[in-house]
C-alpha cells in the first residue's frame, strides 16, 4: 500500500498522522470520542427526563434567555472554525499563523466561559441552583460537563503552544495539536445539542 | 485524621526529594531494583502478571466473603452475619468479583495474548496500559479499604438508590463504591481503549480481520463494549457522587429525582458489562477447544458474526433488569424479543465449538477440560437466561435465588471456567513453566462438582419463593435442605482453589520448563516464540499466510514463521513513574472525598494534574535493543 | 515500527474554502433554529423535529468538515463514532422514554 | 468410554430424583403451587419455556457427549483430523432451529406480558393501596376505609387491584403462590392485580434490597371467602372501643398514648403501622407469632428481632407497665 513515499527529507503533508504514534493517538482519540458521546449522551437523557421536576423554582421557559445563549453560541462555532484553521497552517507548517488562529480560538473559549459563568450566577440568583430541584442537578451537571470540558480544553491548548513554541511543529507535536483541535469541534457538536435540546426546547416546551 | 497523616507523609516526602535532602545512592539503588522495575513497566507482558496477581488476589477476598454468606445462609436464624454485615458482604463479594476479579483476569489474559497473538511487539499505548493497570489497583484497594475506614457499601452491586443515597445508607460506605469504582473504571475505560487502537493498528503484516484469532477477536469486540458502556457507569457514579457529597438531587424522588434514572444508567452499562465478561470466555474456548482437539475452528466466519452480534445486541437489552419496574407492557415485550434474539448468536457459538471437537482427537490436557466442563454449565446458565427473558416468568424469578443461579452458572460456569482455561492454557506462555496437570485436574473435578452443588439448587430456592439477598429465611418452607447443600457445595470450590494455589507455588519452585510451542499443538502466533517470550516479542516481524498462522506454516513443513522484516535493531518504550504517581493522585483524591477531607483531595487531583503536565511535556524517545539472533533466521 | 507511515501521509493540504462554507451554514442553521423558537412562523408540531433536524445536520457538517471524516484513510473513526452514536441515541431515548 | 456414559446418566438421573422427592417447596411460599390466576400463567410460561430449554439442552448435550466419547485421543494412536473450515447448510440449521423455537417463546410471553398489564373493570375489583416502608407493609383499602399492616385479606375469586406506593427506598411486593412480583418505587403508582382461587394464607415477600432488615420484611395475604371477607371488613370499620374495660389497659393506653402514638398514629416523621386492630393480626411486625411473650421480645428490642427496624427500644419500662402495655394493645380488636 506504500503509494506514496516523500523523498525522505521532505516533511509529509499531513503531520499528524505521518508517524506510527501519531496514527495511534489519532485513532485512539477518536475512540475517546466516541466514548464521550455516551457520556454526554446520558447526561442529556438525565436532563431531560428531569427538566419538569423544577419544584417551586424557576421553570425553563421563565429562566432561560436567549439572547446570551445566542451569543455564546457565536462565540463557540466561531473558535471552531478558527481552529480548523490553525491546523491548516499547522500543515502548511506555518508557525505563526498556527498560533495566532489558535490564540483566537482560546479568546473565543474564554469569552464562552466568562458568559457562562455569567449565566450561572444570574441563575443561582433567581434561586435555580445546584441542589434546589432535580431540574437544577440535571442542568448544572449536563451545562456544567460541558463547560468543564472548554475549560479543560482551553488549559490543555494553552500547554500545548507552550510546547510548540519551544519545539515548533514537529511530528510529535503535531499529532497533539490536531487531537486537541478535534477535541475542541466536539465540544462545539455538543454545545449544538446543548443549546438545542436544553435552551431551544426549555422555550417551546 | 487519616486524612491528615497521609498529607504529613506526603509533604514530607516531596520536601525530602525537592530539597535535595535524600540519599542520591538509595535512590539509585531503588532504580534499579526490581521491584521499582515492575512499578514502572510499561510491557505488556508484566501489566499482564500485574493484573493477573491482583485479580487473584480480589478473588480470593470474593471467594472469602462468598463463603461468609454461605455459612449464614447453612441454616436459618444464623446469626453469623445479619443485617447491614450481611450486605456489606453481599456487596462487596458482587462488586469485588466483577469489577475487581473477572474484568482484570481478563485484562490479564488480553495482555498476555493479544499482542502475541497479532505479532506485535508492544500495544499501541504502553503507557496508558500501565497507567490502567495502576488505576484498577488502587480503585480496587480504595473500595476494599472500606472495611476498615467506616463500613463496606451495602446497597448491593447495583446499589440502587433509593438506598445507597446518604439518608438510607449513611456513613461512607457507598462512597468508596462510588470512587472505588469510579477510579477501577476509568482504568478499564483506558485499557479498553488501548486494546482496540492495538488490534487495529498493530497487526503484522497479513494479519487481516478475517485471520485474527478467535480470542483476539473477542478482545476486541470487548474492548468495544468496553468503551461505549462504561461512560454509561461513569455518569450514573457522578450523579451518584453529586447527590452523597453535594446535595444534589438527581436520585431523590421528594426533590424531583427519580430512581429509576439511576437504574438505567446502570443497567445501561451493567449488561453489556456481562457479555465483556463472556465474550473472551468465548475466545479462551474457541482457541483452547480446536488447539486440543488438533482441529480448526469450525465456522470461523459466523464464530466472528457471532461475537460481533452480541456485542452490538448487548446495548439494546438493558431493561430486561427492570421488568418489575412497572414500564408498562410495550416496553417489556420488546426488550423481551430482543433479550431472546442473543440465544441464537451464542447458539452459533456453542454448536460451532461442539463441531469443532466432532472429527478431532481430543487431548483432555487441563485447559480442556475446563472449557468441556464450560459447555453445558455455561448452556444451562444461558438457558436460564433466557427464561428470564419472558416478562410474565421473570415476575416471578426477578430478584430471587433463581437469578443467583443464573448468573452464577454464566458468571463462574462462564466467565471464572473459562478464565481457568486460559490461565492453564497460557501459563507456559506467560511465565515459562508448565502448570502441573494432576493438580490441574483435581482442580478441576473439585470445583466443578462444587459448583454444582452450590448453584443448582439455588434455581429451586428461587421457585420455593426465597428471595436474594436475604440474610435468612425462615423454616419450615422447603428452602433449609436445599440452602445446606448449597452450603456445603462451596467446600468443593473452596479445595479447589487451594489446588490451583499450591499448583501455583509448586509450579513457581519446580515446575518443568515450557517449550516455545508449549503444547505441541499450538495454532497461533504466540506459540512461535520462546516461552517465556523476549522483551521485544518477536525478534522479527511475522510474516501472517492464513488463518492460524502457525498451523499454517506447519503445514507447510516450516518449524519457524517467515519474517516479514530483516533483523534491526527495535525500539521500545521506556518504563515511567507517572503511571502510578497518577493513579496514587486519584487515589489520595477519592480518599479525601470519602472522608470529607477537602485538602487531602486538592492534593491528590494536584498530583493527578502534575502527573499529567509531566507526561504532556515528557518527549522520551524510548530505548532500542538489539534482538539475539533467532538459532534459525533470515530470509531465503 | 516496521509498518511505519506507509499510508494515509498522501492527503493533500486542505483549503480554507470548505471550512469557511460549512461554517456559513452552520451559523445559517443555527440562526434558523433560534428563529423558530423566538418567532411564531412555525406551527408549534414542526419546531421540535425542525430543531432536531437543524441539529443533526450540524454535526454532520462538523464531522465531516472540522474533523476531516471526509479524508481518506477514516473509515476506522467513522465507524467507532457512528457507532457511539447509535448507542449514545438508545441510551438518551431509552432513558426518557421508557 | 462405555462406562463414562452409564455414570454420566447416572448422576443426571440422581440428581433429578433429589430434587423432585420430597421438596416442592412449601405451597403457601411456592411458585410451582400456584393459587391464582396471574401465578397460573405464569407458571405456564415457566413450563413452556422449560420444556423448549429442555429440548435444547438434550440436543447439545446429545452431541456433546458422543463428541466427547467417540472423538477423545486413544492410546498410541495419532492422527491427524481433516482441518474442516466449517458447513454453511449445518450452520443454518442452527440458526433457524434455535429462530424458530424463539418465536415459539416470543408469541405467548408477549401475549401474556399484555394479559398481565390489563386492569380490571373497577365495578368488580376490590382496591387495595399498598405502601413498601422500611421495613413494613400498609395496606388501605379505599372502597371500604380500612388501614392495616402486614396482613391483607382478599375475597376469595375476585380481582384484586394494588396500587403500590412507596416513600422511602425500593422494595417490591411478592406473593409467590398468587402471582409475580412489581416494585415499589418511590413517586411512582404500580399496579397489578392478583386474585386467588382458593381460601388460605399466603406468604408475601419484599424482593427488593432495602437494607438491614430486608430478610424480614414479609407479609401475609388472606384469601377468604366472600361472606368471610365481607365479615372481615365489616369488623375492621368498627371503631375499637374508646374506653378500656380494665384498669390495667387503661394504664396501657395511658403508655400507649405518652410514647408510642406520635409514630403509630402518623404524626411524627417516622411512619409506624396503625396499631388500631393490633390484636386481629397473626403476626407482630410481619414475623413473629403474635403472642405475649413474642410481644414483650419485640418491644424490648426490636433491633434485635428485625435489624435496621425504625422502631425503637421500649426497655424503660418496668415489668408492670409492660404487661399493661400489651394488654392494651392486645385488647385493640
Ligand atoms: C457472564 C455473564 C452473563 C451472561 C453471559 C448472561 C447471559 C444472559 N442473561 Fe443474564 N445476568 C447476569 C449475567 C449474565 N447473563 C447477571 C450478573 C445478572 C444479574 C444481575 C443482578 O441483578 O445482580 C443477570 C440477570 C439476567 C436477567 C434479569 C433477571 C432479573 O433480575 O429478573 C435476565 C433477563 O432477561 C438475563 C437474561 C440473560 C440472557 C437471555 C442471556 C443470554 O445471553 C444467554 C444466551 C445463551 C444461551 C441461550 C445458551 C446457548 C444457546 C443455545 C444452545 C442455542 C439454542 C438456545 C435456544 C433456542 C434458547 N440475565
Ligand atoms: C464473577 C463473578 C462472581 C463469582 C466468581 C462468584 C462466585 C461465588 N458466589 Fe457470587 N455473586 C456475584 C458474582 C460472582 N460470584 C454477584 C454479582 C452477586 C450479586 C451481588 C448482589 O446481590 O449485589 C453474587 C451473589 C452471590 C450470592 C447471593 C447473595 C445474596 O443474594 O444474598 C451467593 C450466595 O450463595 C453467592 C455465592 C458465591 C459462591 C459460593 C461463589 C464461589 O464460586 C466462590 C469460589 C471461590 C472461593 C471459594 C475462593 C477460595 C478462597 C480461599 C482459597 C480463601 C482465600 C483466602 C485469603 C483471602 C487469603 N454469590
Ligand atoms: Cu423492603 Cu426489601
Ligand atoms: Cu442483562
Known sequence: ???????????????????????????????????????????????????????????????????????????????????????????????????????????????????????????????????????????????????????????????????VLKRGITTETAPKLFVSSLYWHFIDVVWVFIFTLVYLLGKVG | ???????????????????????????????????????????????????????????????????????????????????????????????????????????????????????????????????????????GVLLNLSWIFGGAPDAGWTSYTGLALNQYSPGPGVDFYVLGLQIAGIGTLIGGLNFIVTIINMRAPGMTFLRLPLFTWTAFVTSGLVLFAFPAFTVALLLLMFDRLFGSNFFDHAMGG????????????????????????????????????????????????????????????????????????????????????????????????????????????????????????????GMTGVMLALPPADYQYQDSYFVVAHFHYVLVGGTVFGLFAGIYYWWPKMFGKMLNESLGKWHFWT?????????????????????????????????????????????????????????????????????????????????????????????????????????????????????????????????????????????????????????????????????????????????????????????? | MAKESNQAISRKPESAMKHILSFVLMIAFTAASFFLVMSDAVPSGWVIPLLLIFAVVQVFLQLFTFMHLDQKGSAYYTIFIIFGIFVAVISAVGILLM | MERLRIWRIGLLISLVTLFLAGCSGDPSLSVLDPKGSAGEIQLNLIYWSLILMTVVFVIVITIFVYVLVRYRKRKGKDIMPEQVHGSTKLEIIWTVIPIAALIALAIPTVQYTFELAET?????????????????????????????????HIPVGKKVLFRIHGEDVLHSFWVPSLGGKMDVVPGRVNTMT???????????????????????????????????????????????????????????????????????????????????????????????PHNEQNLKIWLKNPQAVKPGTLMPKIDYLNKDELNDLIKYLDSRK
Open chain 4, 194 to 288: 392478583l386474585d386467588a382461587k382458593q381460601p388460605g394464607m399466603y406468604q408475601g415477600k419484599c424482593a427488593e434490597l432495602c437494607g438491614s432488615g430486608h430478610a424480614l420484611m414479609d407479609f401475609k395475604v388472606f384469601a377468604d371467602k366472600q361472606g368471610d371477607f365481607d365479615k372481615w371488613t365489616a369488623s375492621m370499620k368498627q371503631p375499637v372501643a374508646s374506653v378500656s374495660a380494665t384498669s390495667s389497659e387503661a394504664n396501657g393506653e395511658k403508655i400507649f398514648k405518652q410514647n408510642c402514638i406520635g409514630c403509630h398514629a402518623g404524626v411524627s416523621q417516622i411512619k409506624a403501622p396503625n396499631l388500631n386492630k393490633f390484636a386481629t393480626r397473626s403476626t407482630i411486625a410481619g414475623i413473629l
Open chain 1, 1 to 163: 500500500m506504500a503509494n506514496h513515499t516523500d523523498s525522505s527529507t521532505e516533511m509529509p503533508n499531513h503531520l499528524e498522522t505521518a508517524t506510527f504514534e501519531g496514527k495511534n493517538k489519532v485513532l485512539g482519540f477518536w475512540l475517546f470520542l466516541g466514548a464521550e458521546t455516551v457520556l454526554f449522551a446520558c447526561l442529556f437523557g438525565t436532563y431531560l427526563a428531569l427538566r419538569n421536576q423544577s419544584l417551586d423554582g424557576p421553570t425553563t421557559q421563565e429562566l432561560f434567555d436567549l439572547k446570551l445563549v445566542a451569543l455564546a453560541t457565536a462565540l463557540l462555532l466561531t473558535s471552531s472554525l478558527t481552529s480548523v484553521l490553525s491546523m491548516i497552517k499547522m500543515n502548511e507548517r506555518n508557525m505563526k499563523g498556527m498560533i495566532t488562529w489558535l490564540v483566537i480560538t482560546l479568546a473565543l473559549g474564554l469569552g464562552f466561559l466568562v458568559l457562562e459563568i455569567y449565566e450561572f450566577l444570574h441563575y443561582v440568583h433567581e434561586g435555580h441552583t445546584f441542589m434546589s430541584s432535580a431540574f437544577g442537578s440535571s442542568f448544572y451537571a449536563l451545562v456544567g460537563t460541558h463547560g468543564a470540558h472548554v475549560t479543560f480544553g482551553i488549559i490543555w491548548i494553552t500547554t500545548l503552544i507552550i510546547q
Open chain 2, 447 to 636: 470445583f466443578l462438582i462444587g459448583f454444582h452443588l452450590t448453584f443448582f439448587p439455588q434455581h429451586f430456592l428461587g421457585l420455593f419463593g426465597m428471595p436474594r439477598r436475604v440474610f435468612t429465611y425462615q423454616t419450615n418452607v422447603g428452602l433449609e435442605r436445599l440452602n445446606e447443600i448449597s452450603t456445603i457445595g462451596v467446600a468443593g470450590m473452596l479445595i479447589g482453589t487451594i489446588f490451583f494455589l499450591v499448583n501455583i507455588i509448586y509450579t513457581l519452585r519446580k515446575g518443568p520448563k515450557a517449550e516455545a510451542d508449549a503444547w505441541g499443538l499450538g495454532r497461533t502466533l504466540e506459540w512461535s516464540i520462546p516461552s517465556p517470550p523476549p522483551e521485544y516479542n518477536f525478534a522479527q516481524t511475522p510474516l501472517v499466510r492464513g488463518f492460524d498462522a502457525l498451523w499454517v506454516e506447519k503445514e507447510a513443513g516450516n518449524k519457524t514463521m517467515t519474517p516479514a522484516e530483516p533483523l534491526g535493531s527495535i525500539h521500545m518504550p521506556s518504563p515511567s513513574y507517572i503511571p502510578i504517581m497518577m493513579s496514587l493522585g486519584f487515589f489520595i483524591a477519592g480518599f479525601g472525598f470519602i472522608v470529607r477531607g477537602i485538602p487531602a483531595a486538592v492534593f491528590g487531583l494536584i498530583i493527578v494534574f502534575a502527573a499529567l503536565f509531566l507526561r504532556s511535556f515528557d518527549y522520551d524517545r524510548g530505548y532500542h535493543v538489539e534482538p539475539e539472533d533467532p538459532e534459525k533466521g533470515g530470509k531465503e
Open chain 4, 120 to 152: 380490571p373493570p373497577a365495578e368488580d375489583t376490590v382496591i387495595i393501596d399498598v405502601t413498601g416502608h422500611q421495613y413494613w407493609w400498609e395496606f388501605k383499602y379505599p372502597q371500604y376505609g380500612i388501614t392495616t399492616a402486614q396482613e391483607a
Open chain 2, 258 to 381: 427519580s430512581t429509576v434514572i439511576w437504574e438505567h444508567l446502570f443497567w445501561i452499562f451493567g449488561h453489556p458489562e456481562v457479555y465483556i465478561v463472556i465474550l473472551p470466555a468465548f475466545g479462551i474456548m474457541s482457541d483452547v477447544i480446536s488447539t486440543f482437539s488438533k482441529k480448526r475452528l469450525f465456522g470461523y466466519n459466523s464464530m466472528v458474526f457471532a461475537t460481533v452480534l452480541i456485542g452490538f445486541l448487548g446495548f439494546m437489552v438493558w431493561v430486561h433488569h427492570m421488568f418489575t419496574v412497572g414500564l408498562g407492557a410495550i416496553s417489556n415485550s420488546v426488550f423481551a424479543v430482543a433479550t431472546m434474539a442473543i440465544a441464537v448468536p451464542t447458539g452459533i457459538k456453542v454448536f460451532n465449538w461442539l463441531f469443532t471437537m466432532w472429527g478431532g482427537e481430543i487431548q483432555f490436557k487441563t485447559p480442556m477440560l475446563w472449557a468441556v466442563g464450560f459447555i453445558p454449565t455455561f448452556v444451562i446458565g
Open chain 2, 1 to 139: 485524621m487519616a486524612t491528615l497523616i497521609v498529607l504529613l507523609v506526603l509533604v514530607l516526602f516531596l520536601a525530602a526529594i525537592f530539597t535535595g535532602g535524600y540519599n542520591r545512592q538509595f535512590l539509585e539503588r531503588m532504580r534499579n531494583s526490581r521491584t521499582w522495575d515492575w512499578l514502572t513497566t510499561v510491557d505488556h507482558k508484566k501489566i499482564g502478571i500485574l493484573y493477573l496477581m491482583g485479580g487473584l488476589l480480589f478473588f480470593l477476598i470474593g471467594g472469602l466473603e462468598a463463603i461468609f454468606m454461605r455459612l449464614q445462609l447453612f441454616a436459618p436464624g444464623n446469626d453469623l452475619f445479619v443485617g447491614r454485615t450481611f450486605n456489606e458482604l453481599l456487596t462487596m463479594h458482587g462488586t469485588t468479583m466483577i469489577f475487581l476479579a473477572a474484568m482484570p483476569l481478563i485484562f490479564a489474559i488480553m495482555n498476555a495474548v493479544v499482542p502475541l497473538q497479532i505479532g506485535a511487539r508492544d500495544v499501541a499505548f504502553p503507557f496508558l496500559n500501565a497507567l490502567g493497570f495502576w488505576l484498577f489497583f488502587f480503585g
